[in-house]
């Protein structure tokens, strides 16, 4: 998911060339450790950024725990679409192709 947005900027020649110049740099035989050492990296980052998720969490429901801010939030959206509905209907005829 993340590695789209990364990848969105780098076409397969750009890769092809930082691959070739990681091996002329580092050799072949140190490849597979770098690549090891990268996902273990990006598998720690994942799991602090989860931790941090669920402490963000446990202190939203800590500090409303009956779900008061979940009902208003609610009552807003529904506001939102009936809003956004009434707004499609009137323009209905008016809509461009």
Same mark, same amino acid.
């Given at each position: 998911?993340?590695?789209?947005?990364?990848?969105?900027?780098?076409?397969?020649?750009?890769?092809?060339?930082?691959?070739?110049?990681?091996?002329?740099?580092?050799?072949? +035989?140190?490849?597979? %450790? =770098?690549?090891?050492?990268?996902?273990?990296?990006?598998?720690?980052?994942?799991? /602090?950024?989860? #931790? !941090?998720?669920?402490?963000?969490?446990?202190?939203?429901?800590?500090? +409303?725990?009956?779900? %008061? =801010?979940?009902?208003?939030?609610?009552?807003?959206?529904?506001?939102?679409?009936? /809003?956004?509905? #009434? !707004?499609?209907?009137?323009?209905?005829?008016?809509?461009?192709?």
């Amino acid at each position: 998911m993340h590695y789209s947005v990364i990848f969105a900027f780098i076409g397969f020649q750009e890769i092809t060339v930082i691959l070739i110049i990681a091996v002329l740099i580092f050799g072949p +035989d140190k490849i597979p %450790e =770098i690549a090891r050492g990268l996902g273990e990296g990006v598998r720690a980052m994942r799991n /602090a950024t989860d #931790e !941090i998720k669920r402490e963000v969490m446990k202190s939203a429901e800590s500090i +409303d725990p009956s779900g %008061e =801010i979940k009902e208003v939030q609610k009552s807003i959206e529904n506001e939102i679409s009936s /809003a956004k509905k #009434e !707004i499609d209907d009137a323009m209905g005829p008016i809509k461009r192709n």
